[in-house]
């Protein structure tokens, strides 16, 4: 977690004294254990908060101006009216924010002064841990409260994802933006992303930890092959209609429905891609059960199966995190590794021993380099809450 108090010194440094009180808010990064690309199929997904995120230090001003900073990249501030709000691609990651302000605007909040934000992200940008997703909730909650508004996170994780859906044109589900909001420590989320109910499902590891590897490539939702999957996927939902003519979404199919109507798709290409969401939402269910067990072995192995299907039906996978997957498993201890995220690039997820930590890092960082020349990062995760006001 990072220094308040620091922060707090470098948000008065960037814009000065006042009499108007700082507050002080934080929202975690996810990580995804099992259910990849499922979420816009209306299926399971299966993701936790994470302890590290984005921080929030705000005050309220006495204009209508906006002012945006962030520690993580210095020097660059920029001050607008609070309305209207456009989105402006040189505006790069400020244009997270922005697009949450003009979503609370459309939904009829309004902002009778402006406000100055400093965001402080621990969160590796591009990762593929939500760090979008963090800092739209942390400002729609922060905002919200500020306001004096209700902060009914399951609402904030609809406006931030609609938010990153037209403002900013990433077509992504909710579950980044659910699991920020609704996180719980100890905890991951069973979400059902067609109707978002959703559990609370006690995540205790024992003598095994959650490693997230960072491949260090970058991945860019929007230039990535994200948007081209949808599409496939509702390909296969329009030629599954000649047998389930009210279908609108991959996930609302069993197993077996599937299998026994496969034939109804004709791309050989857009089956391999339905027949990854349908059985990853089963590995997803299967999940539940084998953890009810408190089984951790078959944990990992569905983990591993997940890995497998991301990349020879799904193709997100990609070498750099293809090798680092290679190399965790051949590290003794390591019960599964899988991508996490969208793909091509970002991060993988490995249950790791903690004895077996230290020679997880040092072997995998090995293998990694001497196959993509790459060095990767390793973060041993808790999980933490959702997003909180913390003062």
């Known amino acids: 977690m990072a220094n308040i108090e ?10 000065g004294e006042s009499a108007e009180p700082i507050a002080v808010f ?3 990064g996810r990580v995804n254990l099992i259910g990849e690309h499922t979420d816009y199929n209306g299926g399971y997904v299966f993701p936790a908060a994470l302890t590290f995120g984005t921080t929030l230090i705000i005050r309220k001003r006495n204009d209508d101006q906006l002012g945006l900073a962030s520690t993580n990249f210095e020097g660059i501030k920029k001050q607008l009216p609070i309305s209207p709000i456009v989105f402006d691609e040189a505006d790069d990651w400020m244009n997270y924010p922005k697009g949450i302000v003009n979503e609370l605007q459309q939904r009829g909040t309004t902002f009778a002064s402006g406000f100055d934000l400093l965001y402080h992200g621990e969160i ?10 963090s800092i739209e909730v942390v400002t729609a909650y922060a905002l919200l409260n500020m306001l004096g508004l209700a902060t009914d996170t399951v609402e904030i994780a609809r406006l931030s994802q609609k938010s990153e859906n037209e403002f900013n044109g990433v077509k992504c589900g909710i579950m980044d933006q659910f699991a920020v909001a609704n996180g719980k420590k100890d905890h991951a989320i069973l979400l059902m992303c067609d109707t978002l109910e959703y559990d609370l499902i006690p995540f205790t590891s024992g003598d095994y930890q959650l490693v997230i590897g960072n491949t260090n490539k970058r991945r860019g939702l929007v230039d990535s ?30 197993v077996e429905q599937f299998n026994a109507n496969q034939h109804l798709i004709g791309d050989e290409v857009v089956l391999r891609r339905a027949k990854h969401v349908i059985e990853e939402i ?12 408190n089984d951790l072995g078959a944990f990992g192995q569905l983990m591993n199966a997940s890995h497998d299907s991301l990349r020879d039906l799904y193709e997100v996978t990609g070498d750099e995190l293809d090798a680092m997957v290679a190399a965790a498993r051949t590290v003794p ?13 970002g991060c993988t997820v490995s249950l790791v ?3 077996s930590i230290d020679s997880f890092k040092a072997e995998v960082g090995r293998q990694y380099t001497e196959a993509t020349g790459l060095t990767a990062d390793f973060y041993v995760c808790t999980i933490g809450n959702g997003v909180e006001r913390l003062s």
């Open 333 to 345: 201890g390591v019960l599964g590794s899988r991508m996490t995220g969208a793909g091509f690039g």
């Open 282 to 293: 089963d590995r997803v269910l299967q999940s539940m059960k084998v953890l009810k067990e």
């Open 353 to 355: 021993h903690k004895d």
């Open 6 to 15: 620091q922060l707090k010194n470098q948000f008065l440094n960037i814009y």
């Open 26 to 28: 934080h929202a975690p």
């Open 124 to 133: 590796p940008n591009g990762a593929g841990l939500s760090s979008s997703a």
């Open 225 to 254: 092959k994200y948007n081209e999957r949808r599409s496939q996927c509702e390909q296969a939902v329009q030629d599954l209609k000649a047998a389930f003519p009210d279908l609108t979404l991959l996930g609302q199919l069993s």
